[in-house]
């Protein structure tokens, strides 16, 4: 080729290339994916959980010099900026920020009281918020932003899902708003995607509760799951990615529905067979 042509360019940078970024509930499913996903793509990660032994394995297998670990419930007094503070002192800034973590337990009108619902709010949406607060004078420096993992439910969401909806609908209506006010003033992306069913670790977990084998997920009604399979973690992650790199440009207030099927006005057909929700 001539001098110039493809062969000849430079490599491409990895496309989150020396950037720092903190995932809230990463030590597990999601989280764990997008932190993954971000150190593979050049960028160092806080880590961020309740359960320590997961979160070391997290952090030995990416290696301490690519993320830090810091185990705190985020709705602790002070934890939002401690987080912030902990990526500072080890790696200088903070570029981007992804509230993943979330508490996802199956209540409906009848079997929620105030004090769960206002617990539910406190970490779906409050801890978010706390942590944009915290996280906003770093994040102004670098021009940096802000990643929701919401869900689909955000739209309506099932009937044994109240409080966790609603919690989700509000971190929805709070992406649109500082995604305008945050990017006029202070040059910082906010966006949101929504996943649909996702085969997490907890997942996995809460279905064999529910009393379903343990291979349940090889073999789910196609009302459910048109491909044959509901999605990965890894599927979310690389998604999660677009967002997080400067390649999204200057696109904020943006709320992305990660599904197979539309999730709104969608009637099973009523010889489809059930099975229990999250």
Not at 220 to 226: I, Q
Not at 248 to 270: A, C, M, T
């Amino acid at each position: 080729m001539k001098e110039g042509g493809i062969f000849n360019r430079p490599p491409l940078l990895m496309r989150l290339e020396n950037k720092v970024l903190l995932v809230t509930g990463s030590c597990t499913g999601i989280g764990k994916a997008i932190a993954k996903r971000c150190v593979g793509e050049g960028a160092r990660v806080v880590i961020h959980g309740l359960e320590a032994q997961l979160g070391e394995a997290v952090v030995t297998e990416l290696g301490s010099d690519k993320a830090m670990l810091h185990i705190e419930d985020l709705t602790t007094e002070g934890c939002p900026q401690r987080l912030v503070d902990l990526a500072i002192t080890t790696f200088g800034r903070l570029d981007g920020i992804v509230n993943n973590a979330a508490m996802v337990v199956a209540t409906n009108l009848q079997s929620t009281d105030l004090p769960f619902f206002r617990k539910m709010l406190e970490v779906n949406t409050l801890a978010p918020f706390a942590l944009i607060k915290a996280a906003l004078p770093e994040l102004r420096k670098q021009r940096g932003c802000v990643l929701n993992i919401g869900s689909v439910n955000a739209w309506s969401g099932e009937p044994n899902l109240l409080p966790y909806s609603v919690s989700k609908g509000a971190l929805m209506t709070m992406t649109r708003n500082l995604g305008d006010t945050l990017m006029r003033e202070d040059g910082v992306r906010v966006n949101q995607i929504n996943p649909g069913w996702v085969l997490t670790e907890n997942e996995a977990q809460r279905k064999r509760d529910h009393g379903l084998a343990d291979d349940w997920y090889k073999d789910l009604p196609k009302v459910y799951a048109p491909a044959g399979r509901i999605l990965r973690p890894e599927e979310i992650a690389a998604a999660a990615v677009y967002w997080l790199a400067d390649e999204s440009g200057p696109i904020s207030g943006q709320v992305v529905d990660l599904e197979q099927h539309p999730f709104i006005g969608r009637n099973p057909p009523k010889d489809s067979t059930t099975i229990p929700t999250p």
